[in-house]
């Protein structure tokens, strides 16, 4: 029964970081409606970032976290404004092909200047907790609340500011918006901007218990592609509860099936989910 | 028009002739290993361009393909203990035959869901391959895989018979590709690209079509890796890496999406680039990444998208000055 | 009567956009359907012409029922249909466009294709003489080798029309054919509508210019809500209170936004 506990706790780690990370993508999918690939790359940039603040310029754990979310929030913004804007009207293989020619851009970037290694975050939360017979370390509570206070923070944002509920508005009706007098280019931008800053919070939180590495992005950005089909493309509450899942599913999917396969159970899922409702599990139906 | 056509066709004999009898003036095994496994390359690229480029369906899983017809060939001819060439023509209906059952399911989706689907499939193959390690070998890969068997006299033992060999199987599909975009087969796929609703009310069963594309493209993925795994003789699980996909993206991409061309221009052209730039090796995707993204932003039909436009515009322009002059006569004749 | 619809009803969610519409689409004439914005006249083509299910209610070509085949099975049977955004393939030529129309009557496959075969050879001659065939009808012989996105909108319009008429078609629906056309070239449109009626092509449209409806279609359905409030000749339709009412109303309030 411990082992029970101690999984669904790690499951709420996990799943927090999917579920940041999918916020990202869904935001931009919502406002865009582009899918995209890049932001496994955005994810790696916010590891890299927040590790090497630390390290080059011995800056305290949270404030290197700081430092990656600007930055990689303005690469978002640099990847609307110089790539995503251009395509608006490009047929819809364009934007998914570009977003992939930077994603490779920004992994082999990576690789050039960090190296291939898998580097370790050192954080100044290491210390080890015991809590009801579940031990852990201070850094995966510390992921899990934060997570909490981000999305918390997002939600006031959105609901309460005027320029969070023009991004609203805009995902529900890009026309309309347009008409009503939003801006419609700084709300892309603003969008970007807090998709890399989801990212690189995710990044800077999970890789203390993970690693820093070139390819860190890659799984965790096929997941959040499962998660926001799962939740519905462009679903903010359906992004939050369907990483939480993925996260409980892949931790106990570990333990009880097989560890080997347990990146697979995402996918697996996923076909599942597309082979039964080929527009996603909370498409609208009926009228296109 | 009909010069054009001839320039053509001497081009085009002009290339062939080179290739086959490059061979026999190099002695440069090197640079004739690199040519074999860019002929692989392009046979894998014209398969992901019938899907992509010509009925506009972009697939992700197309390096899965590759790898399955590879892992295939390689559990066929060495686990099994097939004959080579039985073997080889299992392999390429087990790929079709994995292609048609996943194709059914994946071309419910459309554009987003698609590419998102097949990105996820392709991934599911990858991670069988790297965690089934009785069958694959796992992340050791998979040794010992033979040439390719003899065909009565002709065997394929050497690296300049398998040069040709391989040769024979680009040919042959560029000879296959042409005929089908060149068919009332290939309009069908292009009508679907353009518009899949005015394809159905012209009486097009897009689901029957598509399907014929997708087969197609993992077909000629199948092909092309069953070539690499008996070319190479060892194969390892990156071969189903996604990243493998992104680096036929970028050949079709640069060559020209929906040419015909595009595809032999594009790989030829980068591979050719990139072991003049072996220094870059890892990074090259720092010089092309940003081809791909500027090129899909201004020049998205490739290389050769280009050239044809190109064409088209001179001739428009020829054409029209051709009537400006036709009218100056015809006043003239009216005048007179 | 060659096409029928019986309580025909597609809802969306809570929303009845097509309301219990039974209609027959005359042989050998000019319908149309007219109605507000927003009236249901695009859902209830949509639904005839197989590009989604009705919620319930039939339909019925030359007595069969079509009502749950899908699209491209109905254009086999003889119904064409243009959209209002023409859809062509505005980077190609025009007899690129036009020629893949014809495919529905051929039956050469991928191995013809591959293999070259008489048959292919034989349908793909076949396609480009229609093709030619319903260019020269629509008048636009002359433009078979341009590119579709030098046209005008008026062309491209015929181009459509001509692609529909390439799959041999018994009955045409025309979703809007005048929509984004100027005015004075919407003469030479109907005229070509009556021509295909004179070769024997029965046409339905969609039309919200309310002078061409009333000059050249035979027979009138006019939807109001998703429900049909009329139906007859033009002279019935013009002095029906009801459709005065809502149709007058629909129209104003198209002006007002």
């Known amino acids: 029964m411990d082992i029970f506990f101690q999984q669904l706790f790690n499951g709420l780690t996990i799943g927090s970081v999917y579920s940041l990370v999918a916020l990202g993508l869904t935001l931009v999918y919502g406002i865009l409606h582009i899918p995209n690939f890049a932001h496994g790359a955005l994810y790696m940039m916010g590891g890299y970032i927040t590790l090497t603040m630390m390290q080059t310029l011995g800056l305290y754990y949270w404030l290197a976290i700081f430092v990656s979310i600007v930055v990689v929030g303005l690469i978002g913004v640099l990847m609307e404004r110089l790539v995503f804007h251009h395509l608006r009207h490009a047929p819809p293989i364009h934007d998914k092909i570009a977003a992939i020619g930077m994603l490779l ?184 | 028009m009909s010069r054009l056509l001839l320039n053509k066709r001497f081009a085009l004999s002009g290339l062939l002739l080179l290739v086959l009898v490059l061979p026999l003036i190099t002695s440069n095994a090197y640079m004739i290993r690199i040519l074999i496994l860019t ?122 018979s398998n040069y040709y060999l391989v040769l024979f199987f680009l040919v042959l599909t560029i000879v296959v590709i042409y005929r089908i975009v060149h068919s009332l087969q290939g309009r069908t796929f292009m009508a679907i690209r353009n518009s899949e609703d005015l394809a159905k009310t012209i009486g097009i069963s897009t689901t029957k079509n598509k399907l014929i594309a997708f087969i197609l493209s993992t077909f000629f993925a199948g092909l092309a890796g069953a070539l690499f795994a008996s070319f190479t003789r060892f194969i390892g699980p990156e071969i189903s890496n996604i990243t493998m996909t992104f680096d036929f993206l970028v050949y079709l991409l640069i060559g020209g999406i929906g040419t015909l061309s595009g595809p032999v221009i594009g790989t030829f052209i980068i591979v050719w680039i990139s072991q003049e730039l072996q220094f870059l090796q890892d990074y090259r995707m720092l010089v092309f990444g940003p081809i791909l993204v500027i090129l899909i932003i201004f020049a998205p039909r490739g290389i050769s998208g280009f050239i044809i436009d190109w064409n088209l515009k001179r001739k428009a322009k020829k054409q029209q000055i051709e009537s400006m002059k036709d009218m100056e006569n015809n006043q003239e004749v009216k005048e007179g | ?193 009556k021509k295909m009626v004179d070769h024997g092509i029965t046409v339905c449209l969609i039309e919200h210019k309310m002078q061409m409806i009333m000059s050249i279609a035979e027979n009138i359905m006019v939807l109001n809500f998703g429900k049909k409030i009329a139906e007859g000749t033009p002279e019935d339709i013009m002095n029906d209170e009801e459709v005065i009412k809502a149709y007058l109303g629909g129209e104003r309030h198209a002006e007002v936004k």
């Open chain 2, 39 to 160: 002929f692989i390359w392009t046979i894998a690229v014209y398969g992901l361009n019938l899907l992509a480029g010509y009925t506009g369906y972009l697939s992700l899983a197309h390096a899965g393909f590759f790898a399955l017809g590879a892992y295939t060939l390689a559990i066929l001819t060495v686990t099994v203990g097939l004959s080579y060439w039985l073997a080889f023509i299992l392999t390429l209906v087990f790929t079709s035959i994995v292609g048609a059952l996943i194709g059914m399911i994946a071309l419910r989706t459309r554009e987003h869901f698609f590419a998102i689907y097949t990105l996820c499939v392709g991934y599911i193959i990858y991670l069988i391959i790297y965690n089934w390690e009785g069958m694959t070998g796992g992340v050791r890969g998979f040794i010992g895989i033979p040439s390719p068997g003899s065909i009565g006299p002709l065997e394929f033992n050497s690296q300049i």
């Open chain 3, 1 to 193: 009567m060659l096409l029928e619809t019986v309580n025909l009803t597609k809802k969306f969610g809570g929303l009845t956009a097509v309301d219990d519409v039974s209609f027959s689409v005359e042989k050998g004439k000019i319908n149309a359907i007219i109605g507000p914005n927003g009236a249901g006249k695009s859902t209830f083509f949509n639904l005839v012409s197989g590009y989604y299910p009705p919620t319930s209610g039939q339909v019925f070509f030359k007595g069969e029922e079509i009502t749950r085949l899908p699209s491209n099975k109905i254009a086999r049977l003889g119904i064409a249909r243009t959209f209002q955004t023409t859809n062509l393939f505005e980077r190609a030529t025009v007899l690129d466009n036009i020629i893949v129309g014809n495919r529905l009557r051929t039956q050469s496959n991928l191995w013809d294709a591959i293999l070259r075969t008489p048959r292919l050879k034989r349908e793909e001659q076949k396609c480009l003489d229609k093709a030619y065939e319903v260019l020269d009808f629509v008048n636009l012989t002359n433009h078979a080798h341009s590119v579709v996105e030098n046209l005008t909108q008026e062309e491209k319009k015929r181009v459509a029309f001509a692609l529909a008429l390439a799959t041999e078609p018994e009955l045409v629906f025309l979703d809007e054919p005048a929509a984004g056309v100027n005015p004075d070239e919407t003469e030479g449109l109907a005229e070509l509508m």
């Open chain 1, 105 to 288: 851009f920004l992994e082999a970037f990576a690789h050039r200047v960090w190296g291939a290694d898998y580097l370790e975050m050192a954080t100044p939360h290491g210390q080890v907790v015991s809590v009801f017979g579940i031990t852990f370390t201070l850094q995966r509570l510390i992921i899990i609340v934060a997570a909490v206070l981000v999305m918390f923070t997002l939600y006031l944002f959105l609901k309460k500011t005027y320029m969070g509920m023009t991004v609203i508005a805009m995902s529900q009706n890009r026309a309309g918006a347009n008409l009503v007098g939003v801006n419609t280019n700084k709300v892309a931008m603003l969008t970007f901007f807090i998709s890399g800053a989801l990212a690189a919070i995710a990044a800077s939180l999970s890789s203390p218990i993970n690693l820093v590495f070139p390819g860190m992005g890659h799984l965790v950005i096929l997941k959040a592609f499962v998660i926001i089909i799962i939740g519905g493309m462009g679903s903010i509450p359906g992004a939050i509860v369907g990483g939480y899942i993925l996260g409980f599913t892949e931790s106990l999917g570990a333990t009880y099936i097989s560890s080997d396969y347990k990146d697979i159970i995402a996918f697996i899922l996923l076909v599942l989910i597309l082979t039964i409702r080929p527009n996603g599990l909370f498409a609208k139906g009926g009228q296109s």
